[in-house]
């Protein structure tokens, strides 16, 4: 099994301002994820975070907005951009080594916009 | 993506046992059939996973209609526990996971 740990678990932040949410996994992965889960709602896949490479952004999602990277196999950033009220979420990590095994979820970071 | 159906919500006794549908018609020979749960204020968990032959592990069981068009997740035994949103999920060569709007379960004492 894999343990996520995402940074910050919460964070209120200024509009117009960056947040950037850390995403660490206790054993290497192949594949790392990004979610959207607003309030009510169930999980919106944002990106697939793509190691040594750009991430795969799902439709109505863009990088200038969503930047990810991700460095190695077991860490994954996702920053929010420019941020407005619409972007008050929770934000979660999800990894795994694909569709033969199980997928992993972080406890997410609630994002308050104000 | 292939989608799935899943009842909005269902309710159960406790320590009766649970069996939640997902249909699943569009689904090719290659998708595995995830089975996930999130309680209140978590991030999902996972429940369990198969192909095409049933599945049990420690959580629950996992049901494969023979034309996997279908599936059900059975609970033997609802705890107060259980009580979560489920969601059924095809995975696909792209390894996503897209979640739909799963079954709330409530459990009654």
């Known amino acids: 099994s894999a343990v996520i740990s995402q940074k910050p678990s919460r964070d209120i932040c200024q509009r117009g301002t960056s947040l950037t949410i850390q995403c660490q996994v206790d054993s290497q992965v192949t594949m790392m994820f990004w979610y959207r889960q607003q309030p009510g709602q169930s999980l919106t896949l944002i990106a697939t975070?793509?190691?040594?490479?750009?991430?795969?952004?799902e439709s109505g999602f863009v990088i200038d907005k969503f930047p990810i990277s991700r460095p190695n196999l077991t860490f994954s950033t996702l920053t929010v951009s420019n941020m407005s009220p619409e972007d008050s979420s929770i934000y979660l990590c999800s990894a795994g080594t694909g569709r033969l095994t199980e997928a992993f979820f972080g406890q997410g970071t609630r994002l308050t916009v104000v | 993506d292939a989608k799935t159906t899943q009842p909005n919500s269902m309710e159960s006794n406790e320590e009766e046992p649970v069996h939640l549908p997902c249909n699943h018609s569009t689904i090719s020979g290659t998708d595995y059939i995830h089975w996930y749960r999130q309680l209140p204020s978590q991030g999902p968990e996972y429940v369990i996973h198969?192909?095409?032959s049933n599945v049990n592990n420690r959580m629950a069981s996992l049901a494969i209609a023979e034309d996997r068009k279908s599936s059900t997740l059975i609970l033997h035994r609802a705890t107060l526990r259980d009580a979560a949103v489920y969601y059924c999920i095809l995975r696909d060569v792209t390894d996503k996971l897209i979640f739909g709007t799963g079954t709330r379960l409530q459990v009654f004492p």
């Open positions: 198969g192909l095409t």
């Open positions: 975070a793509n190691q040594g490479s750009e991430a795969t952004y």
